[in-house]
């Protein structure tokens, strides 16, 4: 199948500082990728839908000034979390989905964001 | 606001059983409904879609239903075996195009040898 790179996997930040994600779709192009986060033993929740060469789609409830988000490529979605806070510490995973009319989307390993 | 739910979020199995996941969802509009597995700090790996035109589609050792009269979503795993224990989520999107997924609250197989 279709396969999703997501790079840092685990990232251990001081409260503060900001951190950047990114995901690749690495054999097909995703003119759309998505967002989620995942606390532990919850299900995924969407945060944000990013859109080549556009502004990304914010769920309620999630802050656009905080999740940083730019598709700046075909194949790259990025999050940045800026200013972290101990609260922010999850697992966040993006999904690709692939092109031809179905919608099977590809996630991404997951990168583990732990702040200190 | 409308989401995908789970009836049991644990199922304990020996292996070489079969094993049935059930999944309630509530959103009459959505056409198009997905099984993921997930691994223990991993992301979600595809298992199976269906469209909502369908009330049954196979896979190798793996079998989704769909009844859409009561809203409900099964996946059936075939001679479980140790190797299969994870969190399963279904998922569901109103459309194949691409739209964001709503998952489910997810259930966690544990397979004994």
């Known amino acids: 199948g279709a396969v999703v790179s997501q790079h840092p996997s685990r990232v251990i930040c001081k409260s503060g500082t900001s951190v950047k994600i990114e995901c690749r779709s690495l054999?097909?192009?995703?003119?759309?990728m998505f967002w989620y986060r995942q606390f532990p033993k919850q299900s995924l929740m969407l945060m944000a839908t990013s859109n080549e060469g556009s502004k990304a789609t914010y769920e309620q409830g999630v802050e656009k000034d905080k999740f940083l988000i730019n598709h700046a490529s075909l194949t790259l979605s990025t999050l940045t979390v800026t200013s972290a806070h101990p609260e922010d510490s999850s697992f966040y995973i993006c999904s690709a989905p692939t092109t031809g009319g179905k919608n099977i989307q590809y996630f991404g390993a997951g990168t583990r964001l732990s702040v200190l | 606001g409308e989401s995908v739910g789970l009836h049991l979020p644990t199922l304990s199995v020996q292996e070489g059983d079969n094993s049935i996941i059930n999944c309630a969802y509530s959103?009459?509009?959505?056409?198009?409904f997905i099984w993921y597995k997930q691994e223990s700090g991993k992301g979600p790996q595809f298992i199976i879609d269906?469209?909502?035109?369908?009330d049954k589609r196979q896979g190798q050792r793996v079998t989704v239903l769909l009844n859409k009269t009561v809203k409900h979503l099964s996946l059936q795993i075939a001679a479980t075996q140790p190797g299969d224990s994870a969190v399963y989520f279904c998922a569901e999107a109103l459309n194949q195009a691409g739209t964001a997924l709503i998952f489910g609250k997810g259930t966690t197989l544990s397979v004994s040898s």
């Open positions: 054999d097909f192009q995703a003119t759309t």
């Open positions: 269906i469209r909502s035109n369908m």
């Open positions: 959103n009459s509009a959505s056409d198009y």
